[in-house]
């Protein structure tokens, strides 16, 4: 079994004129949405499976994992502030204008463009400031849920999207920061021949799917 490793860099969240905003220590990253109340990140990376592909092989995943150091840590702020974080790997990329669109509707689900199929892995988990808990402190994980297929795939690329959004519960008494720390996204997967037209045909697949993903 191959292990493939990303890492993704941590991402800070702060008041900055009256708004929330996000700032990372590396790596690609927009902002979606900023105003007073929340801001909405997403980090954008990708696995290069093009060495595989080219010797005509297909990978088939056998376990993922999200690795990270420790909770989101908080700073000020007020109880009920919190951080929501989407983690989604897919083999087709997600153009710019649907971000959100799959962050709203859940990639890989009804109304959204992401094939079940090419949905590799998603998970999401939301922290949460308790009642019980000091000016300093770190969020503990409210809920955490996870989905995708996993379906084996000639694509080149899996691609790696991490959605964060920070809540300001209440603007009268506003965090000072939240800071988010980086991960590591790892699989597992083995590489392998497949006959000659099962192969073609999951080729065939991901070409028409990475061309016309609101189609399908």
Not at 21 to 41: C, R
Not at 64 to 86: L, W
Not at 96 to 121: C, F, H, N, P, R
Request: net charge negative; hydrophobic share 35%.
């Amino acid at each position: 079994m191959k292990l493939l490793v990303k890492g993704l860099g941590q991402v800070l969240f702060s008041i900055v004129g009256g708004a929330v905003s996000g700032s990372t220590n590396g790596g690609n990253m927009s902002t979606l949405i900023a105003n007073p109340k929340y801001a909405l990140v997403v980090q954008e990376s990708y696995f290069d499976l093009a060495g595989m592909t080219q010797r005509e092989k297909t990978l088939f995943f056998k376990t993922v994992s999200i690795q990270e150091p420790y909770n989101p840590s908080i700073e000020g702020g007020h109880t009920g502030d919190d951080i929501r974080e989407a983690i989604v790997l897919t083999t087709s990329p997600i153009p710019a204008d649907k971000l959100l669109v799959e962050y709203a509707l859940g990639a890989g689900l009804m109304g959204s463009i992401t094939d079940w199929s090419q949905l590799v892995y998603y998970r999401f988990r939301n922290c949460v400031r308790t009642t019980d808990q000091g000016t300093t402190a770190i969020l503990p994980t409210l809920s955490q849920s996870n989905m995708g297929s996993a379906y084996p795939t000639a694509s080149d690329r899996v691609y790696i999207y991490r959605y964060i959004q920070a809540n300001n519960a209440d603007q009268t008494a506003q965090f000072t920061s939240i800071l988010v720390p980086g991960c590591q996204v790892v699989l597992g997967a083995d590489v392998k021949e497949e006959p000659e037209f099962q192969y073609l045909y999951r080729l065939m697949r991901s070409y028409e799917l990475q061309q016309s993903p609101d189609e399908d």
